[in-house]
T-cell receptor
């Protein structure tokens, strides 16, 4: 059974720092991996989707990398801002089936 | 563009009552799904559908029913609510049956069962 882990569970940084969020998964037979952002009391917003054949995806200040063989993905946030404060979740779609397995999330606070 | 719309946003039920959480999407997506989110448990898949007339169970289907009579709508029914079903419920959709692209989420429905 696929297990997805996100470490750390919470992170607090001063504004302007570059930071890395980690996501690890136990089964490397994945179809894609998606990073989401969730604000308190809100739904999940898709940030980046990486297909299994890709190594990374970029959107603005966000860069996500994927190392399938080692079961890891990282989300890099450049020049963090208070508006980046949210919970970040990664989710993996396995090659077989139509299910996503989610990590527990990293709660990020960026202090002004 | 409305995207994925869920109603109601908040609901309080007594044990044993029934209710339906509504989900509608206007993106002509084939794949729709229901998740529940609980502290310490993360997001878990309840049921999903790959098209009108087709549904299947996810990780935690017990106590929930679904149907998909149209492409747009995917309601989640609780036939006899239990306190263990207190949770935040999210509906999500994807453009194709094989779920090859992004997953789009609704804003969530917060359910409390007393």
């Amino acid at each position: 059974k696929q297990e997805v882990t996100q470490i750390p569970a919470a992170l607090s940084v001063p504004e302007g720092e570059n930071l890395v969020l980690n996501c690890s998964f136990t089964d490397s037979a994945i179809y894609n991996l998606q990073w989401f952002r969730q604000d308190p009391g809100k739904g999940l917003t898709s940030l980046l989707l990486i297909q299994s054949s890709q190594r990374e995806q970029t959107s603005g200040r966000l860069n996500a990398s994927l190392d399938k063989s080692s079961g890891r993905s990282t989300l890099y946030i450049a020049a963090s801002q208070p508006g980046d404060s949210a919970t970040y979740l990664c989710a993996v779609k396995h090659n077989a089936g139509n299910m996503l397995t989610f990590g527990g999330g990293t709660r990020l606070m960026v202090k002004p | 563009n409305a995207g994925v719309t869920q109603t109601p946003k908040f609901q309080v039920l007594k044990t044993g009552q029934s209710m339906t959480l509504q989900c509608a999407q206007d993106m002509n997506h084939e794949y729709m799904s229901w998740y529940r989110q609980d502290p310490g448990m993360g997001l878990r898949l309840i049921h999903y559908s790959v098209g009108a007339g087709i549904t299947d169970q996810g990780e935690v289907p017990n106590g929930y029913n679904v149907s998909r009579s149209t492409t747009e709508d995917f309601p989640l029914r609780l036939l006899s609510a239990a306190p263990s079903q207190t949770s935040v419920y999210f509906c999500a959709s994807n453009r194709d049956r094989g779920y090859t692209g992004e997953l789009f989420f609704g804003e969530g429905s917060r359910l409390t069962v007393l």
